[in-house]
């Protein structure tokens, strides 16, 4: 297995189960209402250390009590935290609402943040990094990392030359018309030379990756979805674990598909025993 560096955000989720969907004007109860671990880093971070990997997580948290429990809840993950730092005041916490048919709603209620870029990245060794943030300032720490291991991104950002990387991933929903018509000549203006690699993800009608001279597309396992919260994050990591086991890019998309469903079909992250059930599956 890898040492994988991923840079992104850890919250508290509080999350309400709501009996229907949201509507102008609604008045209506929870039907649950669970904390959980979430947030863009810590969702694509903890199924790449239950797969075996070792995994740096590059974040912030507040000094607050949410800190400390969000703190205990990635290292019981096997998540390595040395690269976690803590900034004065309140850790990042959203409220997620999942409708019946288990499409979320997010409400960012407060956001942890670092005064300047995470300039550690610079002295952490590793055969991969993923960056689930878009810190625009992250762009020439991305490109001296990309000199010696794979670099991929999540989309947004969209500006020109923001994430230097050999991948680019992002979900149709995130991201404007044209570039889901054309990945590629929107994707070479947000990386640069290094592109190899553009995927966007569409949720239950699969995944497709564009490189310059190809397309490919995979569909998406049929699940009962629980709950769609984290499903696009679990599939950016099991696309890079495809990637560090040089899986060629249809089975990459066909792995990140497969652990994505795996994250819809349960309430939060897919567990150590479900993700290792996946690698077991791949092998047969």
Do not use: K
Not at 121 to 147: F, G, H, P, Q
Not at 148 to 174: E, F, K, W, Y
Request: overall charge negative; some cysteine; glycine content about 8%.
């Amino acid at each position: 297995m890898a040492r994988i560096v991923v840079v992104g955000s850890v919250a508290e989720d509080e999350v309400l189960s709501l009996p229907q969907l949201l509507s102008e004007g609604i008045h209506c109860d929870a039907t649950a209402r669970v904390r959980r671990l979430g947030g863009g880093g810590a969702n694509t971070a903890v199924p790449l250390a239950h797969a075996g990997h070792e995994v740096v997580l590059v974040a912030p948290l507040g000094t607050d009590e949410r800190g400390d429990w969000l703190l205990g809840q990635l290292q019981e993950a096997g998540v390595d935290t040395s690269a976690v730092v803590r900034v004065e005041g309140e850790s990042t916490r959203s409220v997620v609402l999942v409708s019946p048919e288990g499409e979320r709603t997010i409400v960012n209620v407060h956001r942890c943040r670092e005064e300047s870029p995470p300039r550690r990245l610079e002295t952490i060794e590793a055969e991969a990094l993923y960056v689930r943030s878009r810190d625009l300032r992250l762009a020439e720490l991305m490109a001296a990392v990309a000199r010696r291991a794979t670099v991929v991104a999540h989309l947004p950002p969209l500006a020109r030359d923001a994430r230097p990387a050999h991948v680019l991933v992002g979900s149709q929903a995130d991201l404007p018309p044209a570039l889901v018509a054309d990945p590629w000549d929107a994707g070479e203006g947000i990386a640069g030379s290094l592109l190899r690699w553009v995927v966007v993800t569409r949720g239950p009608h699969g995944a497709e990756a564009v490189s310059a001279d190809d397309r490919i597309a995979t569909p998406a396992p049929s699940v009962s979805t629980v709950d769609t919260t984290g499903a696009g994050d679990v599939f950016a990591a099991g696309l890079v674990h495809a990637l560090l086991d040089d899986q060629p890019m249809p089975q990459a998309l066909a792995t990140g598909s497969a652990w994505g469903a795996a994250a819809a079909a349960c309430r939060g992250l897919p567990d150590r025993a479900t993700i290792q059930a996946l690698l077991r599956r791949a092998t047969e």
